[in-house]
């Protein structure tokens, strides 16, 4: 599809303390005629630098990004102080994720992305009842369970267990929990991209796999019983395999998408392989989502310093991922 075609993505600020609004500005110009993709928030938050349009509807976003950075105008109660959150801006952070979710929902844009998020301060200062902004945009898609993919074009990955300590992820791995994320993920390389008859490769949870129970039972007796039952519907999945062998070059040709069954397990190879590129992928949801695959980065905001890679591949995606979407029979 011409990019003149395409519906815009919605790009959330994030909280503009951090680099959100460099990390856009910068992106602005490397996309504007790839991919075309509109900033919700405040206009003043950009730097001083940034060639900015403000537009009215997201509809104008193709003829604004010839010229400048579109921004739909969402004012902030107060200026940021690069590297300081303000407790003055955290509901305004929420109304603009909020707002980019309604717009993907009314067609008016094509898909979300979304710049990195404080959690810490929108709870201590909103009131944010959520764990973090994956689980709030379920909430906002009304699903049950969202999955986390990283996405890069060596590798695509997802864990089963994410941000948990390493000695609970053995009683929070489930038999539920697995068959539910692989269904998830089944779908969605089917309805986000294109992927007819997706090869998914199973990491087991113990060193070798467990070597036939010798080095842990779960991988015999609640991973592969799970895989065994899926493949004989048909999904190519394989048995838990060792996840030090399958991460390699030749192992990567043989599959679509690995799951790994915890956090570390998952994002070491794809931070290997595509630091600077991997992508946060929220699968499960009834819109596209993504986002880079870093943080606020407080640190280093209003320094100038700040890489848009990450946010320029996220954005890239978000488009790839919206038009098979599209295309796939409902």
């Known amino acids: 599809m011409n990019a003149s075609n395409r519906s815009p993505v919605a790009l959330t600020c994030g909280d503009p303390a951090g680099i959100g609004p460099e990390i856009a500005s910068k992106a602005w110009p490397r996309l504007s005629d790839e991919a075309p993709f509109f900033l919700i928030g405040d206009p003043g938050h950009l730097p001083r630098a940034t060639k900015s349009v403000v537009i009215e509807d997201p509809s104008e976003t193709h003829e604004a990004i010839k010229h400048g950075l579109p921004v739909l105008s969402h004012p902030f109660p107060e200026v940021p102080s690069p590297g300081t959150p303000s407790s003055a801006n955290a509901h305004s952070v929420i109304d603009v994720i909020s707002r980019a979710v309604s717009l993907v929902q009314t067609g008016s844009a094509s898909a979300v992305c979304t710049a990195p998020i404080s959690k810490k301060v929108l709870v201590d200062h909103a009131q944010f009842q959520h764990p973090g902004h994956t689980e709030f945009l379920a909430a906002l898609g009304d699903v049950d369970r969202s999955v986390m993919m990283l996405a890069a074009d060596e590798l695509k990955v997802v864990p089963v267990t994410i941000h948990i300590p390493l000695q609970d992820v053995p009683r929070a791995l489930t038999s539920e929990l697995l068959e539910d994320t692989l269904r998830i993920v089944q779908s969605s390389m089917v309805q986000d991209f294109g992927v007819v008859d997706p090869r998914i490769a199973v990491a087991g949870l ?17 991973i592969r019983p799970v895989c065994e039952a899926l493949r004989a519907e048909g999904l190519a999945i394989t048995d838990p395999l060792p996840a030090d062998t399958m991460f390699h070059s030749k192992a ?8 790994a069954m915890y956090h570390d397990q998952a994002l070491i190879p794809i931070k290997t392989l595509a630091f600077d590129r991997g992508v946060n992928v929220t699968l499960g949801l009834p819109f596209v989502r993504t986002s880079p695959d870093h943080g606020t980065a407080f640190n280093i905001a209003g320094k100038g310093v700040a890489d848009p890679t990450s946010l320029i591949e996220a954005i890239k995606l978000a488009h790839r991922m919206a038009a098979a979407r599209a295309k796939t029979p409902k």
């Open 206 to 222: 113990n060193p070798h796999a467990g070597e036939g129970g010798m080095l842990g039972l779960e991988d015999e007796q609640l």
């Open 252 to 259: 990567r040709e043989t599959y679509d998408v690995a799951v």
